[in-house]
Structure formats: structure tokens, C-alpha cells
């Protein structure tokens, strides 16, 4: 207990904060929504490109039935130097954009299917510098129909990252998980060997540890004696 006139000289705490309602039944279940579709991110998104990687591969296979064949054509060709013939090129990108579609939406081989994704975007985005006068309107640093078609790819591309970073943080987080090879800072992870102090009106406090009263402490008693305390009167 403190005596009388004497404070203590570490802070008190504040008082406990309030705790506030749910918000009813319509707050829980948007967020018993939000939780399942967090869990759930990474797969959903894959699925949703390989989808569409899927359907505009299978496309492909029939000639015309794609818009976008002819785009896809001229751009790798100019890639590969003409070497190949229009119609091996469109069936190489055909059987290319189905493989990948598949990898994703299956998550079979999902590393590689990832892999062959970033490479056939860094195929397709080459189209805006290969084929200037297809992609850009004259005059004008505005995309055509064609540009914009391209362009809008970046949202496949952000989804993919997502997945990335989810299927190879597995390895990862199992590692940690089970105590592996990772291995982490010993001064980040041992407790110090003293306790944390820190001064407060001159004198140190021990974090964590109970509030002194001056005259308390066992060395002030013995050290801190008044010389008349000893005088007989």
C-alpha cells in the first residue's frame, strides 16, 4: 500500500477499454462471409483465370472462332522470327493456354502452370511495343480496341500474384510450422538476460514488476536510516 502523501513512481494503467456489441445477426454473417472468403482467396482466383485460360485456349483449336486469334498470331510470329507457320502458331498457342488453364483450375503441376501464366503475359504484353500501329491510336498515347484488350490482362496478372505468393508460402509456413532449416535471430527470440527498465522521475522502474514506494526497498531501509531513529532519548 502507498503511504500517506507518497505516490507511486511508476504510471498507473488506464482504465480497461469497453468492449462493444456484434452488431446483430446481419453484421455476423457478413462476417462469417468475409472469413470464409479470406480462407478461400487464392483458390478462387485460380480458378477464375484458369477458367478463362481454359475457354479462350479451347477456342483457339477452331479457326475464326477466336477475335482475338489474329492478335495472338501476328505477335508470335514476329516472336519467333517466322519460323513457324501461322497455323502451327495458333495451335501451339491453343494447346499452350489450355495446359496452363488446366494446371490452374485443377492445381495440378500449379508451379509450372504459374510459370507458363507470367511467360505467356510477358508474350502477350510484347504486342503493344511489336505492333504499335494495331495497339495505339495515331497521334495519341490512347489504346485501340485491341490495346485495351491487352492491357486489361493486368487484372489476371494481379490474381496470379496472389496465387504465387499463397502456393510457394506453403513451403514455407510448413517450415516454421514443423522447425526446420529456417532459423531465426537469437536476439529476436531469446527473452534478455535483465529485465527492461526504464527511468521514470529520476529513478528505474522494472517493466512488469510491482510499483515502489520510497523507503520500500530492502537496501533503502538498511542505507537510508535518519540519524535520530538510533539516539536514545
Known amino acids: 500500500m502507498e503511504r500517506a502523501g507518497e505516490r507511486s513512481l ?19 454473417t457478413v462476417r462469417s462471409l468475409a472469413g470464409r472468403v479470406q480462407r478461400h482467396a ?8 484458369g477458367t478463362v485460360f481454359l475457354w479462350f485456349g479451347v477456342l483457339k483449336f477452331f479457326p475464326e472462332a477466336s477475335p482475338a486469334e489474329g492478335v495472338a498470331v501476328r505477335t508470335a510470329t514476329k516472336l519467333t522470327l517466322g519460323l ?29 502452370a504459374l510459370v507458363g501464366f507470367f511467360a505467356h503475359m510477358a508474350g502477350v504484353f510484347s504486342a503493344l511495343v511489336l505492333l504499335p500501329g494495331e495497339m495505339w491510336q495515331e497521334g495519341a498515347p490512347v489504346p485501340t480496341l485491341e490495346g485495351q484488350y491487352i492491357i486489361k490482362n493486368v487484372v489476371l496478372i494481379a490474381a496470379c500474384l496472389v496465387v504465387a505468393a499463397d502456393e510457394w508460402d506453403r513451403d514455407g509456413g510448413a517450415m516454421r510450422t514443423s522447425g526446420g532449416p529456417e532459423r531465426t535471430d537469437r536476439r529476436v527470440m531469446d527473452p534478455p538476460e535483465h529485465p527492461t527498465r526504464y527511468s521514470l522521475f529520476g529513478t528505474e522502474c522494472h517493466k512488469n514488476a510491482a ?5 520500500s526497498h530492502p537496501s533503502s531501509r538498511s542505507t537510508d536510516r535518519s540519524p535520530h531513529r538510533d539516539e536514545v532519548p
Open 10 to 28: 511508476c504510471p498507473p494503467q488506464g482504465p480497461a477499454p469497453e468492449q462493444t456489441g456484434d452488431g446483430g445477426p446481419a453484421t455476423r
Open 84 to 112: 513457324l507457320p501461322p497455323d502451327v502458331v495458333l495451335r501451339t498457342l491453343a494447346a499452350f493456354e489450355t495446359a496452363i488453364g488446366l494446371g490452374l483450375v485443377t492445381g495440378v503441376l500449379l508451379r509450372i
Open 211 to 215: 510499483p515502489q514506494v520510497p523507503g
Open 42 to 49: 487464392a483458390a478462387f482466383l485460380r480458378m477464375c483465370v
